[in-house]
């Protein structure tokens, strides 16, 4: 695709300062199993370009699914258009900032593709895993899914640029609801957070396989489970809640668009202002997060974010100390501090914006045992069930599908409803423990939801367990 | 002629050439052409446009069915043989599908194609977006006014090789704006419908700046704990949209998943004057979905505090062996409108006496579905209020609640009027639901941090 955009770029571009061309498709199938039943499946095919225009001080886009050349330049046309009728009215440092001409392509790693399993042998697959889910009679909906994901991205720019990547993802599935006494309870793979990229491998690298009987057998013993205690206490945190923690109390506080305030009247603003880089001490010695998109699988790995900018591996936090936000070229140079290349798009509809992509905390040196065994009394928890944030991301409360009571450094009763909260600014400072490589997990989701207008991007997380102390943990009503 | 319907009926007529046997064709589509302003402190921080075309298509072949969903130019001439071969595609899969029991269309059209059929054509009067941005930046000037203008043509469509057809066609706008004082205090506004009235969102502006003069005086902070509250309808709605998540499908009450589902099992009940009806006829939403099953023009969901009904999609129907009410696959209100109380909205801050006034709610989850318990933040203009007068802006709390308190043994009252509250959702494309709310005045309202 790449080769034909860029024979009809040239033809299309118009007389203007800049102009860039980003074609991006997506073809899906969603296949699920629920209750022995195959439903709907669907499959979809989405693909689209955005020309984007800056010209006389102002900047503007247009977006159109006709690729063909007539319609690219009805777009560029039209972002021309709004380039002019924008001039003076646009916020300062908008006009793309000058660098050496990106070039270069990124390929998702796939070993085994989902189109080498015929649709009837998934469909198959999905039954298995779907019965094995139905243990018991107080289970009274279970179901299994898989949703494949392959896309491509295009971009190029009057400057130079010509950047071609291609997606594979993977977002499997698995889910039990028991009911009994009118108390429901559910459990499930990870939430939705066992996304990567990849073919069918992704499988084996989740436990796939294995898990239908462990979820069922889980959803009935929470079904019987006293609540989750309440009082502040020690807190351990498997990588399926801890992806959820950093999302939403270290990647969206970071961003540098809603440092700046682009955000306010939709997703919020941050607690973090811009010269808290480098001096802010954001959690204990023990946090070191990374932005990091070279990670093989990780479901927002790529060579080049969505204006064309390289993408490399960068610091965010470094033993506990801020020291950069997640923020675009753009929003660098309105901010005129550095960031990283995460200005992404969730499709060729929508213009690209400062998003979270792979942003991972680093593994430590301690064994689940070992970050269990430092509790005296505490709950261990796992996989998101509930999450709300302030608008400045500092006061949290969120929820998890699965605890275990920690007592004298052992992990004992399952407990369920295991809620707690806390605030940003002092949550990540009673970090004491954090996982070793044997508890560290390539998590994802596919939502992320952001911008106005609204966009839902792929961020992937990869963690160990950690350990937190002085938390205001609870249960149900 | 209405370029977006001349689009869609071609397809059709193209797709359903290539039929064979009893092969049955369902096809919807969405459409729309949107400007999109956005604003950050006054400013414009991104400005365009979109064009885009979705139509998804779904073969039934006996209880065999295939769909896909495509985007495609617009042009039929380019489009039409897309389409057919997508049709041709999904005969391939039906091989390796299953018969699927639940499979249900409307088949109405078979005995008389023009039953099911419907058209809605809504009058619109929009100003071009570059006026509109003109506009917007002229009555915010001085001001740090961050938001997005919205606006365009739209429509959906239905139709079947059975003749059946469904139209709903628009033009409307939707700014959705903030003015922020400092750090996180700001008014929150909207301003959206079909006929732009330059007066409307100057009246608008000068009510947020009125607004925008109390949220300079110190913050009050209040300790955790239970507060009387006055909700404003847009923290109502708010609370009507996280129970449209899961609360009135008819698979989650069946399944035990939903979060009313003590209040459909007769364990629990709201106040009496709780009444909600997916009330189609007033929203904004099409009549019809996916499978060409019109929808009623109400449905009552609670009555008199107890579960009346449940939205029923054709899917569900034929699961648990009930009649389908014209609900989407999702089962989610797409127009859920409150019953208005007695209390005048004009003295609610009166009544209220000594405690909160909510102006918004953000980020609601259920912190315990099965209670009905949900979590959120106060957000934009809340103040502290005593003896009736507004004291000062209150720093963002977080609430743990249960709606059966809220809305059951802690409801003090509704206010006697509603807002409708169009939605000014963007995800993939521009939304048409809305939720009508009243304000609400509660007792011992439970802040928790």
Same mark, same amino acid.
């Given at each position: 695709?790449?080769?034909?955009? &860029?024979?009809?770029?040239?033809?299309?571009?118009?007389?203007?300062?800049?102009?860039?061309?980003?074609?991006?498709?997506?073809?899906?199938?969603?296949?699920?199993?629920?209750?022995?039943?195959?439903?709907?499946?669907?499959?979809?095919?989405?693909?689209?370009?955005?020309?984007?225009?800056?010209?006389?001080?102002?900047?503007?886009?247009?977006?159109? &699914?006709?690729?063909?050349?007539?319609?690219?330049?009805?777009?560029?046309?039209?972002?021309? $258009?709004? #380039?002019?009728?924008?001039?003076?009215?646009?916020?300062?440092?908008? #006009?793309?900032?000058?660098?050496?001409?990106?070039?270069?392509?990124?390929?998702?790693?796939?070993?085994?593709?989902?189109?080498?399993?015929?649709?009837?042998?998934?469909?198959?697959?999905?039954?298995? &895993?779907?019965?094995?889910?139905?243990?018991?009679?107080?289970?009274?909906?279970?179901?299994?899914?898989?949703?494949?994901?392959?896309?491509?991205?295009?971009?190029?720019?009057?400057?130079?640029?010509?950047?071609?990547?291609?997606?594979?993802?993977?977002?499997?599935?698995?889910?039990?609801?028991?009911?009994?006494?009118?108390?429901?309870?559910?459990?499930?793979?990870?939430?939705?957070?066992?996304?990567?990229?990849?073919?069918?491998?992704?499988?084996?690298?989740?436990?796939?396989?294995?898990?239908?009987?462990?979820?069922?057998?889980?959803?009935?013993?929470?079904?019987?489970?006293?609540?989750?205690?309440?009082?502040?206490?020690?807190?351990?945190?498997?990588?399926?809640?801890?992806?959820?923690?950093?999302?939403?109390?270290?990647?969206?506080?970071?961003?540098? $668009?809603?440092?700046?305030?682009?955000?306010?009247?939709?997703?919020?603003?941050?607690?973090?202002?811009?010269?808290?880089?480098?001096?802010?001490?954001?959690?204990?010695?023990?946090?070191?997060?990374?932005?990091?998109?070279?990670?093989?699988?990780?479901?927002?790995?790529?060579?080049?974010?969505?204006?064309?900018?390289?993408?490399?591996?960068?610091?965010?936090?470094?033993?506990?100390?801020?020291?950069?936000?997640?923020?675009?070229?753009?929003?660098?140079?309105?901010?005129?501090?550095?960031?990283?290349?995460?200005?992404?798009?969730?499709?060729?509809?929508?213009?690209?914006?400062?998003?979270?992509?792979?942003?991972?905390?680093?593994?430590?040196?301690?064994?689940?045992?070992?970050?269990?065994?430092?509790?005296?009394?505490?709950?261990?928890?796992?996989?998101?069930?509930?999450?709300?944030?302030?608008?400045?991301?500092?006061?949290?409360?969120?929820?998890?599908?699965?605890?275990?009571?920690?007592?004298?450094?052992?992990?004992?009763?399952?407990?369920?409803?295991?809620?707690?909260?806390?605030?940003?600014?002092?949550?990540?400072?009673?970090?004491?423990?954090?996982?070793?490589?044997?508890?560290?997990?390539?998590?994802?989701?596919?939502?992320?939801?952001?911008?106005?207008?609204?966009?839902?991007?792929?961020?992937?997380?990869?963690?160990?367990?950690?350990?937190?102390?002085?938390?205001?943990?609870?249960?149900?009503? | 002629?209405?370029?977006?319907?001349? /689009?869609?009926?071609?397809?059709?007529?193209?797709?359903?050439?290539? +039929?064979?046997?009893?092969?049955?064709?369902?096809?919807?589509?969405?459409?729309?052409?949107?400007?999109?302003?956005?604003?950050?402190?006054?400013?414009?921080?991104?400005?365009?446009?979109?064009?885009?075309?979705?139509?998804?298509?779904?073969?039934?072949?006996? =209880?065999?069915?295939?769909?896909?969903?495509?985007?495609?130019?617009?042009?039929?001439?380019?489009?039409?043989?897309?389409?057919?071969?997508?049709?041709?595609?999904?005969?391939?899969?039906?091989?390796?599908?299953?018969?699927?029991?639940?499979?249900?269309?409307?088949?109405?059209?078979?005995?008389?194609?023009?039953?099911?059929?419907?058209? %809605?054509?809504?009058?619109?009067?929009?100003?071009?977006?570059?006026?509109?941005?003109?506009?917007?930046?002229?009555?915010?000037?001085?001001?740090?006014?961050?938001?997005?203008?919205?606006?365009?043509?739209?429509? %959906?469509?239905?139709?079947?090789?059975?003749?059946?057809?469904? /139209?709903?066609?628009?033009?409307?706008?939707?700014?959705? /704006?903030?003015?922020?004082?400092?750090?996180?205090?700001?008014?929150?506004?909207?301003?959206?419908?079909?006929?732009?009235?330059?007066?409307?969102?100057?009246?608008?502006?000068?009510?947020?700046?009125?607004?925008?003069?109390?949220?300079? %005086?110190?913050?009050?902070?209040?300790?955790?704990?239970?507060?009387?509250?006055?909700?404003?309808?847009?923290?109502?709605?708010?609370? +009507?949209?996280?129970?449209?998540?899961?609360? @009135?499908?008819?698979?989650?009450?069946?399944?035990?998943?939903?979060?009313?589902?003590?209040?459909?099992?007769?364990?629990?009940?709201?106040?009496?004057?709780?009444?909600?009806?997916?009330?189609?006829?007033?929203?904004?939403?099409?009549?019809?979905?996916?499978?060409?099953?019109?929808?009623?023009?109400?449905?009552?969901?609670?009555?008199?505090?107890?579960?009346?009904?449940?939205?029923?999609?054709?899917?569900?129907?034929?699961?648990?062996?009930?009649?389908?009410?014209?609900?989407?696959?999702?089962?989610?209100?797409?127009?859920?409108?409150?019953?208005?109380?007695?209390?005048?909205?004009?003295?609610?801050?009166?009544?209220?006496?000594?405690?909160? /006034?909510?102006?918004?709610?953000?980020?609601?989850?259920?912190?315990?579905?099965?209670?009905?318990?949900?979590?959120?933040?106060?957000?934009?203009?809340? @103040?502290?209020?005593?003896?009736?007068?507004?004291?000062?802006?209150?720093?963002?709390?977080?609430?743990?609640?249960?709606?059966?308190?809220?809305?059951?043994?802690?409801?003090?009252?509704?206010?006697?009027?509603?807002?409708?509250?169009?939605?000014?959702?963007?995800?993939? =494309? %521009?939304?048409?639901?809305?939720?009508?709310?009243?304000?609400?005045?509660?007792?011992?309202?439970? @802040?928790?941090?």
């Amino acid at each position: 695709m790449l080769d034909t955009l &860029a024979r009809v770029f040239p033809q299309v571009a118009p007389k203007a300062e800049f102009c860039s061309l980003r074609y991006q498709s997506e073809a899906n199938e969603a296949l699920a199993v629920r209750q022995g039943v195959l439903q709907p499946p669907r499959l979809s095919e989405d693909a689209g370009a955005m020309v984007t225009v800056a010209d006389g001080g102002g900047v503007g886009y247009a977006a159109t &699914a006709d690729v063909s050349a007539a319609g690219l330049r009805r777009a560029a046309a039209r972002a021309l $258009d709004w #380039a002019r009728r924008s001039a003076g009215r646009t916020l300062p440092g908008l #006009a793309p900032p000058a660098r050496p001409a990106p070039s270069g392509a990124f390929s998702s790693p796939v070993s085994e593709p989902w189109e080498s399993v015929p649709l009837a042998a998934k469909v198959d697959l999905l039954r298995e &895993a779907c019965a094995r889910l139905k243990r018991d009679e107080r289970i009274v909906d279970w179901s299994a899914g898989l949703w494949h994901t392959r896309g491509q991205t295009c971009y190029l720019d009057t400057a130079g640029a010509r950047v071609q990547q291609s997606f594979a993802m993977l977002v499997p599935d698995l889910r039990a609801v028991a009911h009994a006494g009118g108390e429901t309870v559910s459990r499930s793979l990870g939430g939705h957070g066992m996304a990567r990229q990849g073919g069918l491998e992704v499988l084996d690298a989740v436990g796939f396989a294995r898990a239908p009987e462990r979820v069922a057998a889980e959803a009935v013993e929470l079904l019987l489970a006293a609540q989750c205690p309440t009082g502040t206490m020690d807190l351990v945190l498997a990588p399926d809640q801890m992806i959820l923690q950093i999302h939403e109390s270290i990647g969206h506080p970071l961003e540098l $668009d809603r440092i700046l305030g682009d955000e306010r009247n939709y997703a919020g603003t941050s607690f973090v202002t811009l010269d808290m880089f480098g001096t802010y001490r954001y959690g204990s010695e023990l946090l070191d997060v990374t932005f990091d998109p070279d990670v093989p699988g990780q479901l927002a790995s790529y060579g080049f974010d969505d204006d064309g900018e390289p993408a490399r591996r960068e610091y965010l936090i470094r033993q506990g100390l801020l020291v950069r936000p997640l923020g675009g070229r753009l929003s660098q140079q309105r901010a005129g501090i550095p960031g990283v290349a995460n200005a992404r798009a969730s499709g060729w509809n929508r213009p690209p914006i400062d998003r979270m992509a792979n942003l991972n905390l680093e593994p430590g040196d301690l064994s689940l045992d070992a970050l269990v065994g430092g509790v005296e009394r505490g709950v261990y928890m796992e996989t998101n069930c509930s999450w709300s944030i302030d608008d400045s991301r500092n006061k949290f409360q969120f929820g998890c599908e699965f605890g275990r009571r920690i007592e004298d450094g052992r992990l004992g009763a399952v407990v369920k409803k295991c809620n707690y909260r806390g605030i940003s600014a002092e949550f990540w400072r009673g970090l004491t423990g954090v996982g070793d490589r044997s508890t560290f997990q390539v998590l994802g989701t596919p939502f992320c939801g952001k911008g106005e207008p609204n966009q839902l991007v792929r961020v992937g997380h990869a963690t160990p367990a950690c350990r937190f102390t002085g938390v205001s943990v609870f249960g149900g009503a | 002629m209405d370029a977006m319907r001349d /689009w869609f009926e071609a397809l059709l007529r193209e797709a359903t050439t290539v +039929l064979v046997g009893d092969e049955v064709l369902l096809m919807n589509a969405s459409a729309e052409d949107s400007d999109f302003a956005r604003f950050s402190q006054a400013r414009v921080r991104q400005v365009g446009s979109v064009e885009q075309r979705e139509l998804e298509v779904e073969l039934v072949r006996g =209880r065999r069915h295939a769909g896909a969903c495509l985007t495609l130019t617009g042009a039929p001439g380019e489009d039409g043989p897309r389409v057919r071969r997508t049709v041709e595609r999904l005969r391939e899969r039906l091989g390796a599908l299953p018969e699927d029991p639940y499979l249900l269309y409307n088949e109405q059209a078979r005995a008389d194609p023009g039953a099911a059929s419907s058209e %809605r054509v809504a009058p619109a009067r929009l100003p071009a977006a570059a006026e509109a941005v003109e506009a917007i930046q002229a009555l915010a000037a001085g001001a740090d006014l961050v938001g997005l203008y919205a606006a365009g043509r739209l429509a %959906r469509g239905f139709g079947n090789s059975l003749g059946q057809r469904n /139209w709903y066609a628009a033009r409307t706008f939707s700014f959705d /704006w903030s003015l922020y004082h400092s750090a996180d205090k700001a008014v929150k506004c909207d301003y959206a419908g079909a006929t732009w009235e330059p007066e409307q969102l100057a009246r608008r502006m000068d009510e947020a700046r009125r607004k925008l003069a109390v949220l300079g %005086r110190p913050a009050h902070k209040v300790p955790p704990g239970r507060y009387r509250v006055a909700l404003a309808p847009a923290a109502v709605g708010e609370l +009507l949209r996280l129970l449209s998540w899961g609360g @009135f499908g008819l698979k989650a009450q069946r399944t035990k998943q939903s979060p009313l589902l003590r209040l459909v099992e007769g364990a629990e009940r709201l106040d009496p004057r709780v009444r909600l009806v997916e009330d189609t006829r007033a929203g904004t939403s099409p009549n019809f979905q996916e499978q060409g099953y019109l929808k009623p023009e109400a449905v009552a969901l609670v009555d008199g505090g107890r579960a009346a009904g449940a939205l029923v999609s054709p899917r569900s129907a034929r699961e648990f062996g009930v009649e389908t009410n014209g609900a989407s696959a999702a089962e989610a209100p797409e127009a859920l409108a409150m019953a208005p109380g007695d209390l005048p909205p004009e003295g609610l801050l009166e009544r209220l006496g000594t405690g909160v /006034w909510v102006g918004n709610l953000h980020y609601l989850n259920y912190s315990d579905l099965p209670a009905c318990r949900t979590t959120g933040m106060t957000r934009f203009a809340t @103040f502290w209020v005593e003896g009736g007068e507004i004291r000062a802006p209150l720093s963002v709390m977080r609430f743990d609640e249960t709606i059966y308190r809220v809305f059951g043994a802690n409801l003090v009252g509704l206010t006697a009027d509603s807002e409708t509250l169009l939605s000014s959702d963007t995800y993939q =494309r %521009r939304s048409t639901g809305s939720v009508q709310a009243p304000g609400a005045l509660v007792e011992d309202f439970a @802040f928790t941090l």
